[in-house]
């Protein structure tokens, strides 16, 4: 497949500028190969003048003048977005869509020719090109654009194909898996805090141990629970610690909030 003259984005929220930043940062797409329609005038202004990105004024424009598409809107947005380039979408066009718990064969179901399509759950630590993004490819799309939009993912962090039954999963757990870090990181913080350290001492520490706790867990062979294991010495603060947080359910309290996240995905893709 030649490579893509013109990407589209029909929404320009952070996303979309994640996804944006990366391409160019990675030098996969220049800025002049990028189209933007947002219904917000203002973040079409910045995206142009932050990215030198080319504004559109409609999602025809967009759809008229891009190879590929991606659908950077919120689910509850979607229906109306797709009922307008339902009947315009070709199938020389790939159209990625970053909707939580909308189906590929609901996206299929509103174009009038076989589209290839590629569905995305992406995170927003893209935002600075440390994100997970999970890839499941539509019936019409062939390994080479497949690994055309995998690229482009890989440009704002990690990126894995999955069978398109696993992406709620996906959603609970990495989709939404952000929030719970920063929530964590919130505790932590606020916790230092009241043990009498400065909030921005508590808030670089509590930052820096997360950040480095994912790295040290990210080398190859390194299981969670050895790592746990090293920072936990016989009768010392960190088991006094963790015996505290597992009479809390601190485990489940995790598993539930990723399980409710996945519920509410699928809810989502059958409204």
């Known amino acids: 497949m030649p490579k893509t003259r013109k990407i589209g984005f029909i929404g320009g929220g952070n996303m979309a500028e994640a996804i944006i930043k ?11 190969q990028i189209i ?7 973040r079409l202004d910045y995206l142009r003048e932050t990215y030198a990105v080319t504004p559109a004024k409609t999602n025809t424009d967009v759809m008229a003048k891009a190879n590929l598409v991606i659908l950077a809107i919120k689910p509850q947005f979607l229906s109306g977005v797709l009922a307008e380039i339902g009947p315009l979408a070709k199938s020389s066009q790939i159209v990625v869509s970053i909707a939580a718990g909308v189906t590929l064969d609901s996206l299929q179901a509103v174009f009038h020719e076989p589209v290839p399509l590629v569905r995305v759950m992406p995170n927003t630590p893209a935002l600075v090109q440390a994100g997970a993004s999970a890839l499941s490819r539509g019936t ?6 497949m690994d055309l939009v995998m690229n482009y993912f890989q440009s704002v962090g990690l990126a894995v194909e999955v069978e398109e039954r696993l992406m709620d999963a996906v959603t609970g757990l990495s989709g939404s898996g952000p929030a719970y870090v920063f929530l964590f990181l919130e505790a932590l913080t606020d916790a230092g805090v009241s043990l009498g350290l400065p909030r921005q001492t508590a808030r670089l520490l509590a930052n820096q141990t997360v950040l480095g706790s994912a790295r040290l867990a990210l080398e190859p062979g390194r299981h969670p629970a050895e790592l746990k294991d090293m920072v936990t010495s016989p009768g010392g603060t960190t088991i006094a610690a963790l015996h505290g947080l597992e009479k809390a359910g601190f485990r489940g309290l995790v598993m539930d909030a990723v399980i409710e996240s996945a519920r509410k995905a699928a809810e989502l893709g059958k409204k």
Do not use: F, N
């Open 22 to 32: 990366g391409l160019i940062l990675g030098g996969l797409a220049g800025p002049a």
């Open 36 to 42: 933007v329609h947002d219904i917000a005038q203002g």
């Open 140 to 145: 019409h799309t062939t390994g080479e654009q």
